[in-house]
């Protein structure tokens, strides 16, 4: 490809198969990925309902290992990854030095010695060159596993159910957050439970040339129990939802995890020094003297839908603003995350509205999530 071609989407080892299932795809952090399917809302529903298949190969897998692992892991991220048992996943977060916020990050331990960093599409070079650099001075090894996983997940109520039917791995033994090696339907695969729709799912990291083999299966072992494929657009619903943030949304460089009102995720009483750790805090220092902004949820009371940027008004005074807003398939109304003066954060705050092309629309402030599953 020369300099002057324009670059071209990557494409996943599932995009024929997604064409042939008529997906409306688009570019999304330089990959090519199913939008929807059909309809973006019946998607949603069958997640909350029953059970959904996506696509998921755009996620970034960085692989760390050597006998210096760990101690690479607690210097570069904000996490202790040393209370990190054995086939267990810990959600952390990988900070620049003056505290802002590179990336969400989930870190899965495979083994004595070996950690897999699974980075958001968007900054998965990113974080790989933050780890290649943090490397420096550590007895172990950083490598980019990006080509060599496809990522299958199914969410939903019912994903346990059909993921039995394909495995013989200890399901019911597998908690939240946690990953065994199995075979599902055939297929050598990491087996997590972990999502980012507010339901019970796995994911299933499996090597490139297996991905359409555990498709197909997955697909026909759903079909009775109501599995549909689904794409990126009721993911964010879905997510949405249930109150998690996006990167680029809810989470930037601008922002601290104390300004994104995750600071339970940095461990200042781990050992050694880590990167971020005196802006860090700072940061927590000023948050428990000043609240900064707090993260809130925002239900319409109308049927306009409020998007990422959207000024949140109160008294004819901006109070914040939308970092995220969709239709909400389950709630029936819009919905909003946005980031507010403390002052106004307090659920059934009144008077607080969206500013939307010039129109104060009325919105309830109510507390995250809009969604939490029965268990």
């Given amino acids: 490809m020369s300099s002057t071609e324009p670059d071209r989407p990557r494409r996943t080892a599932l995009d024929a198969l997604h064409r042939s299932l008529s997906a409306t795809m688009t570019d999304f952090a330089g990959w090519d990925m199913p939008l929807r399917y059909g309809s973006e809302r019946d998607e949603h529903i ?50 620049q030095a003056d505290g802002g916020i590179l990336d969400d990050l989930i870190v899965y331990r495979l083994g ?20 290649t650099e943090r490397a420096a001075g ?4 950083v490598r ?19 993921l039995k039917s394909v495995t013989d791995a200890d399901l019911d033994g597998l908690k939240y957050y946690a990953g065994l090696p199995g075979t599902v339907a055939g297929v050598p695969a ?6 980012y729709t507010g339901e019970d799912g796995f994911e299933l990291f499996v090597a490139p040339g297996d991905a359409e083999k555990l498709w197909q299966a997955l697909t026909e072992a759903g079909a009775d129990a109501g599995l549909v494929p689904c794409g990126l657009s009721c993911r964010d619903t879905l997510r949405l939802e249930a109150g998690m943030p996006l990167y680029g949304h809810e989470l930037t460089t601008s922002l601290s995890p104390f300004d994104a009102g995750l600071g339970r995720v940095v461990k200042f009483e781990k050992e ?15 948050a428990a003297a000043e609240p900064p902004r707090v993260l809130v949820g925002l239900v319409a009371e109308g ?5 990422a940027g959207y000024a949140v008004v109160s008294g004819g ?46 919105y309830e402030v109510v507390a995250l999530p809009f969604y939490k599953r029965q268990k």
Wanted: aromatic content about 4%.
């Fill in 46 to 95: 069958a997640v909350r309902t029953k059970a959904g298949l996506f696509d998921l190969s755009h996620m970034g897998e960085i692989t760390v290992s050597g006998p210096q692992a760990v101690a690479l892991l607690n210097h570069a991220l904000v996490g202790n990854i040393a209370t990190v048992g054995l086939g267990r996943a810990r959600y952390t977060m990988i900070c």
């Fill in 144 to 162: 980019d596993d990006r080509d060599n996983y496809a990522l299958l997940a199914v969410q939903g109520p019912e994903s346990a159910g059909i």
């Fill in 190 to 195: 990491l087996i997590a439970r972990t999502g």
């Fill in 317 to 362: 005074e901006v109070i914040g603003e939308v970092t995220s807003g969709a239709p909400s398939p389950t709630l029936g109304k819009p919905i909003a995350m946005a980031y507010v003066d403390a002052a106004h954060a307090a659920p059934g705050t009144a008077g607080v509205g969206v500013d939307i092309r010039g129109n104060h629309e009325p």
């Fill in 272 to 286: 050694g020094d880590f990167v971020g750790r005196e802006a860090l805090q700072a940061a927590a220092e000023r």
């Fill in 138 to 141: 550590f007895d172990a090894e």
């Fill in 112 to 131: 004595e010695t070996e950690y897999m960093v699974v980075a958001n599409a968007s900054n998965a070079q990113v974080v790989l060159d933050a780890l």
């Fill in 303 to 307: 049927r306009r839908v409020p998007r």
